[in-house]
């Protein structure tokens, strides 16, 4: 076993930096009571994000957007759900206009991209929201309280939608869409480092009341199957010794319970992240992740805990590879430029310059809707996220027809 040298991640003594007082003694209870005095990275982070009481998602929910520690796709305006809802209302055409036609949104945040797709549907496509059922899955009990008040607020309490966990769903399989926006790189993760052509795993441990990393054998024979199915194997001379990286195992267990839940229909999962040759490049050497807090970011876990985000990227080979065994099939990959774009983002943009108003309001008005649509398509931000389409149950005829937002003559790699 080794100390890991980095000790900017090290926790901190200092109080207003250390962060949530109780979440830290619970975590420092847990670390204490394994058999090693060590709990692995996931643990911890886990615990830092998804605490039921004090966690970030739970105990920080309303801090996010453009006043708190970041923000979404949907902070932006409305733009964004009303496009991936006329992509779901292609896709319930596609699957025969089925009764019901379910929408599953995991990990819905504040409720705001909710509100956008069932506005849009409810206004546009009658027909359809006759049919719609839409349901959240949703991990922390603080974003399911705003979730709840958001769509309340828009909607009355009469509203087709519900709140249920993935095994329920599972239980009577829907058909139609399972999709995400930002959830999967919130995931806990394993970190590991590989040393001296060894695998190895960031384990946390007590210098006193402050976190410190451990490097030891990894806690499970999962993590080095990761590698041996990516065909990936950091140790070669070209890769620097130490080097550090991530491993989303939950990732895969949450695919797995998604394709569960899918008797027919797709998967859309929109994140940041690469493909696994990108992800696990040799100057890549301290992984991918970054904590928010107040809209900066770090990479330091061990401050502000339960009071920033942690995130990491997210593998899309890995995402699809998991498909492939749990019965998906990827039907397309893009960037979310490309997508909305396909979808007639630049149409809408087109628009807002083609007002002869002199209205100084309405001018400001137009200039800042537009400036949103631009930052949804920045290369250098939203418009690079990674989008996967998997589907599951397609007929022959089903797959013959291209999804909207697929449907673009110009093909970029994540």
């Known amino acids: 076993m080794s100390n890991f040298s980095a000790t900017e991640r090290t926790g901190s003594t200092t109080p207003e930096l250390a962060g949530n007082a109780a979440l830290c003694q619970i975590i420092q209870q847990q670390i204490l009571a394994h058999p090693l005095?060590?709990?692995?990275?996931?643990?911890?982070?886990?615990?830092?994000?998804y605490h039921q009481e004090y966690g970030y998602y739970s105990n920080r929910a309303r801090q996010i957007g453009p006043s708190g520690d970041f923000f979404t796709a949907p902070h932006l305006g409305s733009d964004f759900g009303q496009l991936l809802a006329k992509q779901f209302v292609q896709m319930w055409e596609?699957?025969?206009?089925?009764?019901?036609f379910t929408l599953v949104e995991m990990g819905a945040g504040q409720g705001l991209l909710a509100t956008d797709i069932l506005r849009w549907i409810k206004q546009h496509h009658p027909q359809?929201?006759?049919y719609l059922r839409y349901i959240i899955v949703e991990k922390a009990t603080g974003l399911v309280n705003a979730q709840q008040q958001q769509i309340e607020k828009e909607f009355g309490k009469e509203i087709p939608i519900t709140w249920k966990s993935l095994e329920t769903i599972a239980s009577e399989p829907i058909i139609g869409c399972c999709f995400s926006n930002e959830l999967v790189d919130a995931f806990a993760v394993h970190q590991v480092v590989f040393e001296q052509g060894k695998l190895r795993e960031v384990y946390v441990a007590l210098h006193g009341q402050q976190f410190i990393e451990i490097i030891d054998a990894p806690s499970t024979t999962a993590l080095a199957d990761y590698f041996a199915q990516l065909g990936i194997s950091p140790t070669s001379s070209d890769y620097p010794d130490p080097y550090r990286t991530e491993v989303n195992l939950a990732a895969q267990g949450w695919l797995s319970s998604v394709a569960a839940c899918l008797q027919q229909g797709y998967v859309l999962t929109i994140d940041y992240?690469?493909?696994?040759a990108r992800y696990y490049n040799r100057v890549r050497s301290q992984g991918t992740l970054q904590c928010y807090y107040q809209h900066s970011h770090h990479n330091n876990?061990?401050?502000?805990?339960?009071?920033?985000?942690?995130?990491?990227?997210?593998?899309?080979?890995?995402?699809?590879?998991?498909?492939?065994?749990?019965?998906?099939?990827?039907?397309?990959?893009?960037?979310?430029?490309?997508?909305?774009?396909?979808?007639?983002?630049?149409?809408?943009i087109a628009q807002l310059g083609q007002s002869d108003s002199t209205d100084p309001q309405e001018i400001f008005a137009r200039l800042r809707q537009r400036d949103a649509l631009h930052q949804l398509i920045n290369p250098m931000g939203l418009g690079n996220f990674g989008v996967l389409f998997q589907a599951k149950g397609l007929d022959p005829r089903?797959?013959?027809?291209?999804?909207?937002?697929?449907?673009?003559?110009?093909s970029l790699p994540l």
Request: proline content about 7%; glycine content about 10%; charged content about 10%.
């Open 128 to 130: 359809c929201w006759k």
């Open 301 to 348: 876990p061990y401050i502000h805990v339960g009071e920033q985000d942690i995130t990491t990227h997210v593998n899309f080979t890995a995402l699809e590879q998991t498909g492939q065994q749990v019965g998906l099939q990827t039907i397309g990959v893009t960037q979310q430029s490309m997508l909305l774009m396909a979808l007639g983002l630049g149409d809408r």
């Open 37 to 49: 005095q060590r709990i692995p990275f996931s643990a911890f982070m886990e615990q830092a994000l």
């Open 94 to 100: 596609i699957l025969g206009q089925p009764q019901p």
């Open 398 to 410: 089903m797959q013959q027809q291209t999804l909207h937002g697929l449907d673009t003559p110009i």
């Open 273 to 276: 992240g690469y493909p696994a």
